[in-house]
Protein backbone atom coordinates (compact mmCIF):
# COMPACT_ATOMS: atom_id res chain seq x y z
CA UNK A 1 0.00 0.00 0.00
CA UNK A 2 1.47 3.40 -0.98
CA UNK A 3 1.49 6.12 1.29
CA UNK A 4 -1.87 7.91 -0.53
CA UNK A 5 -3.32 4.35 -0.12
CA UNK A 6 -2.64 4.56 3.36
CA UNK A 7 -4.05 8.80 3.45
CA UNK A 8 -6.86 7.80 1.68
CA UNK A 9 -7.66 4.71 4.15
CA UNK A 10 -7.18 6.67 7.39
CA UNK A 11 -9.56 9.67 5.91
CA UNK A 12 -11.87 6.86 5.69
CA UNK A 13 -11.64 5.65 9.01
CA UNK A 14 -12.15 8.94 10.44
CA UNK A 15 -15.00 9.98 8.37
CA UNK A 16 -16.55 6.65 9.27
CA UNK A 17 -15.85 7.18 13.40
CA UNK A 18 -17.06 10.95 13.08
CA UNK A 19 -20.06 9.41 12.34
CA UNK A 20 -20.99 7.91 15.54
CA UNK A 21 -22.45 9.71 18.21
CA UNK A 22 -19.88 9.54 20.59
CA UNK A 23 -19.88 13.22 22.09
CA UNK A 24 -23.68 13.85 23.27
CA UNK A 25 -24.52 17.33 24.69
CA UNK A 26 -27.31 16.26 27.38
CA UNK A 27 -26.95 20.03 29.21
CA UNK A 28 -30.43 21.08 29.64
CA UNK A 29 -31.53 24.91 30.32
CA UNK A 30 -33.74 25.13 32.93
CA UNK A 31 -35.75 28.32 32.45
CA UNK A 32 -36.43 30.29 35.64
CA UNK A 33 -38.70 33.30 34.51
CA UNK A 34 -41.70 31.74 33.90
CA UNK A 35 -41.48 30.50 37.38
CA UNK A 36 -39.94 34.49 39.23
CA UNK A 37 -43.02 35.81 36.75
CA UNK A 38 -45.72 33.47 37.95
CA UNK A 39 -44.75 33.98 42.24
CA UNK A 40 -44.77 37.57 41.72
CA UNK A 41 -48.15 37.50 40.00
CA UNK A 42 -49.81 34.75 41.53
CA UNK A 43 -48.96 36.43 44.77
CA UNK A 44 -50.75 39.74 44.22
CA UNK A 45 -53.67 37.94 42.31
CA UNK A 46 -54.25 35.96 45.85
CA UNK A 47 -54.36 38.95 48.08
CA UNK A 48 -56.67 40.57 45.61
CA UNK A 49 -58.93 37.86 44.67
CA UNK A 50 -59.70 38.13 48.91
CA UNK A 51 -61.10 41.75 48.11
CA UNK A 52 -64.90 42.66 48.34
CA UNK A 53 -66.28 44.94 45.84
CA UNK A 54 -69.31 46.92 46.49
CA UNK A 55 -71.60 49.97 46.29
CA UNK A 56 -72.03 52.28 48.99
CA UNK A 57 -75.30 54.54 49.08
CA UNK A 58 -76.24 56.51 52.31
CA UNK A 59 -73.49 54.60 54.34
CA UNK A 60 -75.56 51.37 53.58
CA UNK A 61 -73.52 48.56 51.17
CA UNK A 62 -76.10 47.98 47.91
CA UNK A 63 -76.22 44.65 47.62
CA UNK A 64 -77.77 43.86 44.38
CA UNK A 65 -76.92 41.72 40.78
CA UNK A 66 -73.31 43.70 40.38
CA UNK A 67 -72.65 42.79 43.95
CA UNK A 68 -73.00 39.17 43.28
CA UNK A 69 -71.54 39.52 40.09
CA UNK A 70 -68.01 41.33 41.71
CA UNK A 71 -67.81 38.93 44.31
CA UNK A 72 -69.39 35.73 43.55
CA UNK A 73 -69.85 35.07 40.22
CA UNK A 74 -69.00 37.13 37.42
CA UNK A 75 -69.88 34.60 34.79
CA UNK A 76 -70.68 30.80 34.45
CA UNK A 77 -67.58 29.67 34.17
CA UNK A 78 -65.58 31.78 36.60
CA UNK A 79 -65.75 32.03 40.41
CA UNK A 80 -65.01 35.41 41.93
CA UNK A 81 -61.46 34.86 42.97
CA UNK A 82 -60.28 32.73 39.34
CA UNK A 83 -61.95 36.08 37.93
CA UNK A 84 -59.67 38.72 39.86
CA UNK A 85 -57.11 36.82 39.71
CA UNK A 86 -57.13 36.54 35.66
CA UNK A 87 -57.61 40.07 35.70
CA UNK A 88 -54.21 40.62 37.72
CA UNK A 89 -52.70 38.58 35.78
CA UNK A 90 -53.30 40.15 32.54
CA UNK A 91 -52.99 43.66 33.76
CA UNK A 92 -49.44 42.74 35.32
CA UNK A 93 -48.00 40.79 32.33
CA UNK A 94 -49.96 42.35 29.25
CA UNK A 95 -49.94 45.89 30.62
CA UNK A 96 -54.30 45.85 30.27
CA UNK A 97 -57.01 43.82 30.67
CA UNK A 98 -60.54 44.63 28.85
CA UNK A 99 -63.96 43.56 30.61
CA UNK A 100 -66.66 43.90 28.59
CA UNK A 101 -70.77 42.91 29.72
CA UNK A 102 -72.72 40.49 27.90
CA UNK A 103 -76.13 40.65 26.71
CA UNK A 104 -76.85 38.45 30.36
CA UNK A 105 -74.95 41.12 32.43
CA UNK A 106 -72.08 38.64 32.43
CA UNK A 107 -68.37 40.24 33.05
CA UNK A 108 -65.77 38.53 30.72
CA UNK A 109 -62.39 38.94 30.19
CA UNK A 110 -61.06 39.47 26.48
CA UNK A 111 -58.15 37.52 25.39
CA UNK A 112 -57.02 39.05 22.73
CA UNK A 113 -58.63 43.40 20.79
CA UNK A 114 -57.68 45.66 18.60
CA UNK A 115 -57.98 49.42 19.93
CA UNK A 116 -58.72 52.37 18.37
CA UNK A 117 -57.94 55.65 19.66
CA UNK A 118 -59.14 58.83 19.43
CA UNK A 119 -58.44 62.22 20.47
CA UNK A 120 -61.60 64.19 21.46
CA UNK A 121 -64.43 61.37 21.65
CA UNK A 122 -64.53 57.44 23.46
CA UNK A 123 -61.89 55.11 22.72
CA UNK A 124 -63.22 51.68 20.84
CA UNK A 125 -62.48 48.08 20.92
CA UNK A 126 -63.02 45.97 17.96
CA UNK A 127 -62.19 42.49 16.89
CA UNK A 128 -63.08 41.39 20.83
CA UNK A 129 -62.55 37.82 21.44
CA UNK A 130 -62.92 35.58 24.11
CA UNK A 131 -61.85 31.87 24.05
CA UNK A 132 -62.89 30.94 20.16
CA UNK A 133 -65.59 33.57 19.84
CA UNK A 134 -65.09 37.00 18.29
CA UNK A 135 -67.89 39.31 19.15
CA UNK A 136 -68.33 41.26 15.21
CA UNK A 137 -69.93 44.57 17.16
CA UNK A 138 -67.55 47.14 18.43
CA UNK A 139 -67.53 48.06 22.04
CA UNK A 140 -67.25 51.83 23.16
CA UNK A 141 -64.79 52.77 25.89
CA UNK A 142 -67.84 53.95 28.35
CA UNK A 143 -69.60 50.45 28.14
CA UNK A 144 -66.57 48.82 28.74
CA UNK A 145 -63.94 48.29 32.01
CA UNK A 146 -60.53 49.01 30.41
CA UNK A 147 -57.62 48.58 33.30
CA UNK A 148 -54.48 49.46 32.67
CA UNK A 149 -50.99 49.09 34.74
CA UNK A 150 -48.31 51.53 33.54
CA UNK A 151 -46.63 53.15 30.25
CA UNK A 152 -44.27 50.08 29.68
CA UNK A 153 -45.52 46.45 29.13
CA UNK A 154 -43.52 44.77 32.06
CA UNK A 155 -43.14 41.84 30.09
CA UNK A 156 -40.49 43.32 27.75
CA UNK A 157 -38.76 44.83 31.07
CA UNK A 158 -39.09 40.75 32.22
CA UNK A 159 -37.72 39.85 28.74
CA UNK A 160 -34.46 42.50 28.69
CA UNK A 161 -34.03 41.02 32.31
CA UNK A 162 -33.67 37.25 31.89
CA UNK A 163 -31.40 37.49 28.52
CA UNK A 164 -28.86 38.82 31.73
CA UNK A 165 -29.61 36.51 34.38
CA UNK A 166 -30.82 33.45 31.81
CA UNK A 167 -27.46 33.28 30.49
CA UNK A 168 -25.51 33.47 33.61
CA UNK A 169 -28.40 30.56 35.07
CA UNK A 170 -27.68 27.97 31.86
CA UNK A 171 -23.95 28.27 32.53
CA UNK A 172 -24.05 27.76 35.68
CA UNK A 173 -26.45 24.71 35.23
CA UNK A 174 -24.27 23.42 32.36
CA UNK A 175 -21.36 23.37 35.09
CA UNK A 176 -23.72 21.26 37.46
CA UNK A 177 -24.62 18.84 34.88
CA UNK A 178 -20.63 18.15 34.20
CA UNK A 179 -19.76 18.08 37.43
CA UNK A 180 -20.43 14.36 38.12
CA UNK A 181 -20.22 13.45 34.20
CA UNK A 182 -18.30 9.98 33.25
CA UNK A 183 -16.21 10.82 30.70
CA UNK A 184 -14.28 8.15 28.54
CA UNK A 185 -12.66 7.40 25.08
CA UNK A 186 -13.00 4.73 23.16
CA UNK A 187 -10.77 3.24 21.08
CA UNK A 188 -11.51 0.90 18.31
CA UNK A 189 -8.73 -1.07 15.94
CA UNK A 190 -10.86 -2.04 13.50
CA UNK A 191 -13.80 -2.04 11.39
CA UNK A 192 -14.64 -5.35 9.48
CA UNK A 193 -18.16 -3.63 8.85
CA UNK A 194 -18.77 -0.55 7.57
CA UNK A 195 -22.37 -0.61 6.25
CA UNK A 196 -25.09 1.27 8.07
CA UNK A 197 -26.10 -1.88 9.58
CA UNK A 198 -22.40 -2.15 11.29
CA UNK A 199 -22.56 1.50 12.42
CA UNK A 200 -25.76 0.79 13.82
CA UNK A 201 -24.65 -2.20 15.64
CA UNK A 202 -21.47 -0.85 16.99
CA UNK A 203 -23.40 2.96 18.39
CA UNK A 204 -25.74 -0.07 20.26
CA UNK A 205 -23.11 -1.02 21.58
CA UNK A 206 -21.32 1.84 22.89
CA UNK A 207 -24.85 3.50 24.14
CA UNK A 208 -25.41 0.02 26.25
CA UNK A 209 -21.88 0.37 27.79
CA UNK A 210 -22.64 4.11 29.03
CA UNK A 211 -26.11 3.93 29.73
CA UNK A 212 -25.23 0.81 32.12
CA UNK A 213 -22.39 3.56 33.84
CA UNK A 214 -25.18 6.31 33.90
CA UNK A 215 -28.35 4.10 35.64
CA UNK A 216 -26.57 1.24 37.31
CA UNK A 217 -24.37 0.61 40.52
CA UNK A 218 -22.98 -2.08 39.41
CA UNK A 219 -21.57 -2.63 35.51
CA UNK A 220 -19.44 -5.10 34.19
CA UNK A 221 -18.42 -4.60 30.34
CA UNK A 222 -16.80 -7.55 28.57
CA UNK A 223 -13.40 -6.75 27.04
CA UNK A 224 -13.27 -7.32 23.15
CA UNK A 225 -10.64 -7.43 20.88
CA UNK A 226 -10.15 -4.46 18.99
CA UNK A 227 -12.21 -2.70 21.15
CA UNK A 228 -10.98 -0.05 24.23
CA UNK A 229 -12.59 1.40 26.45
CA UNK A 230 -10.61 4.43 28.73
CA UNK A 231 -12.48 6.54 31.40
CA UNK A 232 -11.28 10.02 32.09
CA UNK A 233 -11.21 11.54 35.53
CA UNK A 234 -13.52 14.89 35.87
CA UNK A 235 -11.04 17.23 37.94
CA UNK A 236 -12.49 20.46 37.18
CA UNK A 237 -13.38 23.21 39.61
CA UNK A 238 -17.28 23.96 39.80
CA UNK A 239 -19.73 25.99 41.27
CA UNK A 240 -21.72 24.64 44.08
CA UNK A 241 -25.33 24.29 43.95
CA UNK A 242 -25.87 27.22 45.81
CA UNK A 243 -24.98 29.20 42.65
CA UNK A 244 -28.06 28.40 41.03
CA UNK A 245 -29.98 29.65 44.26
CA UNK A 246 -28.87 32.69 44.17
CA UNK A 247 -29.06 33.59 40.69
CA UNK A 248 -32.76 32.21 40.66
CA UNK A 249 -33.30 34.38 43.80
CA UNK A 250 -31.18 37.38 42.03
CA UNK A 251 -33.79 37.23 39.22
CA UNK A 252 -36.97 36.94 41.63
CA UNK A 253 -36.00 39.98 43.78
CA UNK A 254 -35.70 41.87 40.83
CA UNK A 255 -38.95 40.67 39.44
CA UNK A 256 -40.50 41.27 43.15
CA UNK A 257 -38.95 45.11 43.27
CA UNK A 258 -40.72 45.80 39.75
CA UNK A 259 -43.99 44.56 41.34
CA UNK A 260 -43.54 46.62 44.75
CA UNK A 261 -43.37 43.53 46.43
CA UNK A 262 -40.79 43.39 49.85
CA UNK A 263 -38.26 40.97 49.04
CA UNK A 264 -38.26 39.20 52.88
CA UNK A 265 -42.20 38.92 52.32
CA UNK A 266 -41.22 36.96 49.11
CA UNK A 267 -38.70 34.47 50.88
CA UNK A 268 -40.80 34.05 53.67
CA UNK A 269 -38.96 35.61 56.34
CA UNK A 270 -40.53 35.55 59.96
CA UNK A 271 -38.25 37.93 61.43
CA UNK A 272 -40.53 41.18 61.63
CA UNK A 273 -43.11 40.11 59.09
CA UNK A 274 -45.66 42.95 60.37
CA UNK A 275 -43.57 45.72 58.56
CA UNK A 276 -43.03 44.14 55.05
CA UNK A 277 -46.73 43.27 55.18
CA UNK A 278 -47.74 46.49 55.79
CA UNK A 279 -45.45 47.86 52.93
CA UNK A 280 -46.86 45.47 50.52
CA UNK A 281 -49.99 46.10 51.48
CA UNK A 282 -50.04 49.74 50.97
CA UNK A 283 -47.29 50.42 48.03
CA UNK A 284 -47.85 47.41 45.83
CA UNK A 285 -51.90 45.91 46.71
CA UNK A 286 -53.68 49.37 47.30
CA UNK A 287 -52.37 51.00 44.00
CA UNK A 288 -53.96 47.92 42.17
CA UNK A 289 -57.22 48.39 43.86
CA UNK A 290 -57.18 52.29 43.47
CA UNK A 291 -56.84 51.68 39.96
CA UNK A 292 -60.13 49.30 40.10
CA UNK A 293 -61.78 50.78 42.16
CA UNK A 294 -61.45 53.99 40.13
CA UNK A 295 -62.36 52.27 36.81
CA UNK A 296 -65.33 50.86 38.55
CA UNK A 297 -67.05 54.24 39.70
CA UNK A 298 -66.48 55.91 35.97
CA UNK A 299 -68.13 53.70 34.54
CA UNK A 300 -70.89 51.83 36.27
CA UNK A 301 -71.91 55.14 38.88
CA UNK A 302 -73.87 58.36 37.24
CA UNK A 303 -71.73 61.38 37.88
CA UNK A 304 -74.68 62.74 39.71
CA UNK A 305 -75.18 59.84 41.68
CA UNK A 306 -71.50 59.57 42.81
CA UNK A 307 -71.63 63.69 43.57
CA UNK A 308 -74.53 62.69 45.95
CA UNK A 309 -72.56 60.09 47.51
CA UNK A 310 -73.18 56.86 45.68
CA UNK A 311 -69.87 55.44 44.95
CA UNK A 312 -67.74 51.65 44.75
CA UNK A 313 -65.73 50.99 47.69
CA UNK A 314 -63.24 47.95 48.21
CA UNK A 315 -62.72 46.56 51.62
CA UNK A 316 -59.10 44.33 51.05
CA UNK A 317 -57.95 41.48 52.98
CA UNK A 318 -56.38 42.54 56.64
CA UNK A 319 -53.11 41.31 57.88
CA UNK A 320 -54.48 41.77 61.25
CA UNK A 321 -57.50 40.79 62.92
CA UNK A 322 -59.46 42.71 65.57
CA UNK A 323 -58.52 41.13 68.05
CA UNK A 324 -54.76 42.79 67.23
CA UNK A 325 -56.00 45.80 67.20
CA UNK A 326 -58.71 45.88 70.39
CA UNK A 327 -56.86 48.39 73.03
CA UNK A 328 -56.30 50.73 69.87
CA UNK A 329 -60.16 50.32 68.88
CA UNK A 330 -60.80 51.21 73.17
CA UNK A 331 -58.34 54.18 72.74
CA UNK A 332 -60.25 55.75 69.82
CA UNK A 333 -63.80 55.07 70.91
CA UNK A 334 -62.72 56.10 74.64
CA UNK A 335 -61.08 59.53 73.64
CA UNK A 336 -64.03 60.37 71.41
CA UNK A 337 -62.19 60.15 67.51
CA UNK A 338 -64.34 58.11 66.60
CA UNK A 339 -67.92 56.13 66.95
CA UNK A 340 -69.14 53.02 67.37
CA UNK A 341 -70.42 52.59 63.96
CA UNK A 342 -66.93 54.67 62.46
CA UNK A 343 -65.29 51.66 64.25
CA UNK A 344 -67.18 48.58 62.88
CA UNK A 345 -66.33 50.37 59.15
CA UNK A 346 -62.67 50.26 59.89
CA UNK A 347 -62.40 46.85 61.04
CA UNK A 348 -64.23 45.65 58.38
CA UNK A 349 -67.76 44.97 59.37
CA UNK A 350 -71.59 47.06 58.66
CA UNK A 351 -72.87 49.36 60.52
CA UNK A 352 -75.29 49.09 62.63
CA UNK A 353 -78.42 51.02 61.89
CA UNK A 354 -81.12 52.24 64.63
CA UNK A 355 -78.54 52.03 67.59
CA UNK A 356 -78.01 55.38 69.51
CA UNK A 357 -75.28 54.85 71.22
CA UNK A 358 -72.92 53.15 68.09
CA UNK A 359 -73.23 56.69 66.24
CA UNK A 360 -72.71 58.49 69.79
CA UNK A 361 -69.18 60.23 70.58
CA UNK A 362 -68.09 59.45 74.43
CA UNK A 363 -65.32 60.29 75.96
CA UNK A 364 -64.14 58.70 79.30
CA UNK A 365 -63.10 60.52 82.15
CA UNK A 366 -59.45 59.80 81.76
CA UNK A 367 -59.84 61.87 78.37
CA UNK A 368 -62.11 65.01 80.27
CA UNK A 369 -60.17 67.91 81.88
CA UNK A 370 -59.38 67.88 85.74
CA UNK A 371 -62.17 69.85 86.98
CA UNK A 372 -65.00 67.85 85.35
CA UNK A 373 -63.14 64.69 86.21
CA UNK A 374 -63.37 66.17 90.05
CA UNK A 375 -66.83 67.05 89.52
CA UNK A 376 -67.54 63.67 88.40
CA UNK A 377 -65.95 62.12 91.74
CA UNK A 378 -67.87 64.21 93.65
CA UNK A 379 -71.34 63.13 92.46
CA UNK A 380 -70.18 59.69 92.98
Not at 28 to 39: E, G, R, S, V
Request: proline share 2%; aromatic share 10%.
Amino acid sequence: MGFLDLVKSRNKELEFMLDFDLIQDTSNKIHMKQLAIQTCINMIGRTISQSEFFVKKDKKIVKDEMYYRLNVRPNPNMSASQFWQTVVHKLIYDNECLIIQSDTQDLLIADSFTRIEYALVNDSFKDVTIKDYTFSRTFQMSNVIYLEYSNKKLSTLFDGLYSDYGELFARIIEFQNRKNQIRGLVDVEAITDKSEKGHEKLQNYINKIYNAFTYKSVAIVPQQKGFKLEEMKNTTQLQSVDEVAKVIDGFLDQVAKALGIPVSLLHGDMADVEKPTRNYMTFCIDPFLKKIKDELNAKMIDKKEFLAGKKMETKRVSYSNMFDVAAAADKLRAAGIFNGNELREALGAERVEGDEMLDKYVITKNYQESSEALKGGEKR
